[in-house]
């Protein structure tokens, strides 16, 4: 449903992004991984449109997108959240969620309670504590009509309970055949959640395929260990 | 005499609302810290006067002081609201300088610093004028309080909280931070017709930035982004500011110190209360 062909991102001498080429495929959750400066998340602003790219293709559902302003992406079914949360601190729970949609309470209600933030929803979003802020993130990408999720970090920085329910979140959109898009650190998460892992270095696609394969792969243990 | 007096506060303090309940939009609930916009209010002032003094009637002149100062505000917006926070301020601010530098040397237009008087009044009874301005500012800030309060004003708070993430939602934010621009300059406009025609004067000193650090002083102790907070703000502080003006003092020294002594108020109620008498919002 989306493939990335050929794209490319300089910044300054720095291939960010090189020629890297992938597809998700509808119904199934694939993992980006690969060590700190990789380019995970520019390839994840570039397919949302924060980024505009130098060079290369990419088509969601057949439609191209590369270069489209983030809004128009946006509108045409991309959701994500971000790895430094981005909440309206402002505003409440409910003028959150309902920037994402013009959604019913009950529908507000339902979305909250699957990502497991018990709260008012008149509370300000700067009161929640930065987990809480992150379900919420969340929460309101889930409610965005989308036809696929791009998740970056979600479990980083906050508390292990949030982290064991963002599991459980995680497996329960897989249950339901969602298409995620995901940036993860927790190898044992990623491994026992992702259809295919896709390990970037350096910009470029290194390997993909299996989470099993590419455990046993020398090349990915390198990219992580060096040689 | 007193009464004259009053009724003068009440005039001034109704349309100091508008000001800064309209640059409030902007400022606090879109997050654009337009620092040109008393060159919208001295826009309006301008267009007002010299529309009315060539004998169109008031009504018209009013709408086009608003039109005329949206007009020039949208491509100001349209050209400048993607430039980031400080950036965004200084050009702004630099409109004021244009704003004073064009309305000095314009001369067959604007007569440059003589200023064109004998603007003329719509109601002549004072009483009578702050009926109206009252009704005037009433209906505006009823109307910007209604746009706050809508599916727009949700849009343009998003914004002012995080741009990336309304964009990420599907929301084009260029566009909304325009109309955003847009309005604000627009009341802005009224405004500037209200005052020229209560004062029956307009010269380059309606772009002094002095007025406009009492409009924002006014905005920042009532509290950003709160329509409530302008409102109670503008009339304690004004109250507060006028009375000053009975200081049994030496009148050499009298002027520097209101304003040290209103200053002075200022700071301590922003130690107090850094979010202003009834901000809730951080910018």
Known sequence: MLSLNKVAKRFGGVNAVNKCTFNVEEGTITSLIGPNGAGKTTVFNIISGLTKPDAGTIKLNGKEIAGLPAYKIAQSGISRTFQLTKVFRNMSIKDNLLMAKEASEKEMEDVLKSVYLHKPIDTTASELSYGQQRLLEIARALLMEHSLLMLDEPTAGVNPRIRQELKIILKKLRKEGKT??????????????SDKVIVLAEGRVLREGKPKEIMKDKKVLEAYLGK | MILDYFVSIIIYSLIYILIVTSLNLAYGFTGLVNLGHM???????????LLTIHGVPWYIAMILAGAIASILGTIMAAITVRLKGDYFQVVTLGLVFMAIAISRNWISLTRGALGLPGVPSIISNKFYYMVFVFVICAVCVFIINLIVKSKTGRIFQAIRDDETAAAILGKNTYFY???????????????????VHYINFVDPTIFDLEFFVLMLS????????????TIISVFVLESVYESLRFIQISPEIIGALRVMIFMGMLLVILIIRPKGMFGKVVI
């Open chain 2, 39 to 49: 060159a919208f209010f001295g826009i309006g002032a301008y267009v007002s006067a």
């Open chain 1, 180 to 193: 995620v898009l995901l940036i993860e650190h927790d190898m044992d998460f990623v491994m026992d959640i």
């Open chain 2, 177 to 195: 931070k325009v109309l955003s621009i847009l309005i604000s300059t627009f009341f802005a406009g009224i405004a500037g017709s209200l005052f």
């Open chain 2, 218 to 229: 006014f905005l920042i102790i009532g509290g950003v982004a709160s329509i409530k907070g």
